[in-house]
C-alpha cells in the first residue's frame, strides 16, 4: 500500500510557540521551508488559509519554480471567487508546476474570519454553497464543450475553457469538516477526507461515517482518509516528553498560542468554540490527556483546539508505530507538522518518515 506524508509550509517562521518575525512574504524562507520537506520526503506540502494570509495559490508558485517533485495542497474556500474563476486558476497552476496541485476544501468553521472576508453566510448555508461549488468545479474540468449553470448561488451560460487541468481526469480535492453537513458534501466531492488526530476509536467512527456518507451518495469508492498530528520527537522517550512540556508551557504562557490560520485561541466569558471539529478534540482532551500509543492532547486543550492540535510524543520508533496504528484502521494519508515548523520537518524526514516507509513496504 501507499501512505501519502504532507507537511505545511507558510510564507515566514511563525507557530503557536514563534512570534512571526520580518515580512509576511519571506520569499527565501518559503523557498527553503519547501526544499526542506521536498528533501525530507514528504509527498505534499499544505498551504493554509485564512483572511489576512498571503494568496496561497502565488507561494505554491513560487515555491514550483524552486522545487522539483513536492506537490502543493492548497487550502481554499469556497465563495470568495467563482468557481469558474477557481477552476482556471488551479488549472493553471497544474500546468506550471506540471501536474503538482491539489486543492483543499474548508468551507469555513469561525463565522468571525468569514466575515472579514466579506462572507456573511451561516455554516448550513456555506454548505450548500459549497456543494454547488464543487459540482460546478467538477463540470468545467471533465466537460467537453461548453458549461452553463443555473443554482441557488451561482449562475453562468456558455463556460467554456481550454485551460484543463494536467491531471485527469481533473484536480484532486481534500476536504476538511466533522459536523454532519459536512460529512454528507464531503461523502459526495472528496478524494481525500481529511481530519484532525482524534483517538483511534473516534477515529474509526469518523472513517465509517464518511464511508456511509460517500455510499448514501451513490459512490462506489468511498474518499481516502487524511489524519493530522503534531509529533514531538525525542531520541529518548524522557527527552520527548521534556520536550513537549516545554512547547505547553510556551503555549500556556502565549494565553494560547502564537499563531493559528483557524481563528483566535482564546474566547471571552461566556463563548464557546462553535467549530464540530475543535469541540471533538475538545472532548477527547477533557477525557484524559493521554490516549492510545501516544497521542497527548494538552496541547489542544491550551489552544481551545485551534487547528490540528493534537501532539504524538515519543522516540521517532514510538511515533512511527502510533502512525501505522492509524495507517491499520484505514487512513492513508498522513499530514504532520511541527511546533518547531522548519526544524522538525527536516526531523521528520531524518527520523520518522523513513521509518514508516520502512514497515509499509516490509508489509507489502
Known amino acids: 500500500m501507499t501512505v501519502e506524508f504532507i507537511g505545511m509550509i507558510g510564507a515566514q517562521h511563525v507557530s503557536e510557540i514563534h512570534a512571526a518575525d520580518g515580512p509576511a512574504i519571506d520569499p527565501d524562507f518559503l523557498r527553503r521551508f519547501a526544499q526542506a520537506h521536498e528533501a525530507a520526503g514528504f509527498d505534499r506540502v499544505l498551504i493554509g488559509y485564512g483572511s489576512s494570509s498571503p494568496e496561497n495559490t502565488q507561494l505554491a508558485a513560487h515555491v514550483a519554480a524552486h522545487t522539483e517533485r513536492l506537490g502543493f495542497l492548497i487550502a481554499h474556500r469556497p465563495g470568495f471567487v467563482a468557481p469558474t474563476l477557481a477552476a ?4 493553471t497552476a497544474d500546468h506550471l508546476t506540471g501536474g503538482r496541485i491539489a486543492v483543499h476544501i474548508i468551507t469555513g468553521g469561525n463565522d468571525a474570519d468569514q466575515r472579514r472576508d466579506g462572507d456573511y453566510l451561516d455554516k448550513d448555508e456555506r454548505y450548500a454553497r459549497t456543494d454547488e461549488y464543487l459540482d460546478i468545479l467538477h463540470r468545467v474540468w471533465t466537460a467537453e464543450g461548453p458549461v452553463s449553470h443555473h443554482g441557488e448561488h ?4 456558455d463556460f467554456n475553457t481550454p485551460v484543463r ?3 485527469q481526469p481533473r484536480i484532486p480535492l481534500y476536504f476538511g469538516g466533522s459536523s454532519d453537513t459536512a ?3 464531503g461523502g459526495k466531492h472528496a478524494d481525500v477526507y481529511a481530519m484532525w488526530g482524534e483517538p483511534l476509536a473516534q477515529t474509526a467512527e469518523q472513517i465509517e461515517a464518511v464511508r456511509k456518507a460517500a455510499a448514501a451518495a451513490g459512490r462506489t ?3 481516502r482518509i487524511s489524519v493530522s498530528f503534531r509529533p514531538i520527537l525525542g531520541a529518548t522517550e524522557e527527552q520527548a516528553w521534556e520536550r513537549a512540556h516545554r512547547i505547553l508551557d510556551q503555549i500556556n504562557a502565549a ?5 493559528s490560520f483557524t481563528g483566535p485561541k482564546t474566547l471571552e466569558p461566556g463563548q464557546q468554540v462553535r467549530n464540530v471539529g475543535s469541540q471533538r478534540l475538545l472532548a477527547a482532551a477533557a477525557a484524559g490527556e493521554l490516549h492510545d500509543r501516544a497521542l497527548w492532547t ?4 491550551a489552544t481551545n483546539a485551534a487547528g490540528n492540535s493534537t501532539a504524538l510524543v515519543g522516540t521517532p520508533e514510538t511515533v512511527a508505530a502510533a502512525l501505522l496504528d492509524y495507517v491499520d484502521i484505514g487512513v492513508t494519508t498522513l499530514l504532520i507538522r511541527g511546533y518547531d515548523p522548519f526544524d522538525d520537518a527536516v526531523d521528520y524526514g531524518r527520523e520518522l518518515i523513513p521509518l514508516v516507509r520502512q514497515e509499509i513496504a516490509r508489509r507489502d
Open 255 to 259: 494565553r494560547g498560542g502564537l499563531a
Open 298 to 301: 494538552p496541547t489542544a486543550a
Open 221 to 223: 469508492e468511498p474518499p
Open 154 to 157: 451561482y449562475r453562468f451560460e
Open 88 to 91: 482556471r486558476t488551479f488549472a
Open 165 to 167: 487541468p494536467v491531471q
Open 183 to 185: 460529512l454528507r458534501v
